[in-house]
């Protein structure tokens, strides 16, 4: 997750790992049950191209500003394919 507009860091922070079917769940974020909308998801694996989904773009619930719930499919190519 990257939130340069809202957590002064220099680098993403990891929220987990997917399961062997690709499945990953948020049980507890960094800031309780909930991420910021000006956050981005950042979906990588080793030998393939990064994809970042803005989480205003994927949130399915909101409280305010910040998203509650979810859901996004991400499909990466390998790193050597044009985009």
Avoid at 18 to 43: K, N, S
Avoid at 50 to 77: D, F, G
């Amino acid at each position: 997750m990257d939130c340069p507009q809202v957590i002064k860091s220099s680098a993403p922070s990891e929220l987990g790992k997917t399961d062997a079917q690709g499945q990953f769940a948020i049980d507890e974020p960094l800031f309780g049950r909930w991420i910021h909308d000006g956050c981005d998801l950042i979906v990588e694996m080793p030998g393939f191209q990064t994809r970042r989904y803005p989480v205003k773009e994927v949130c399915q619930r909101y409280s305010a500003n910040h998203c509650t719930y979810a859901a996004l499919s991400a499909k990466l190519a390998p790193a050597t394919a044009c985009r």
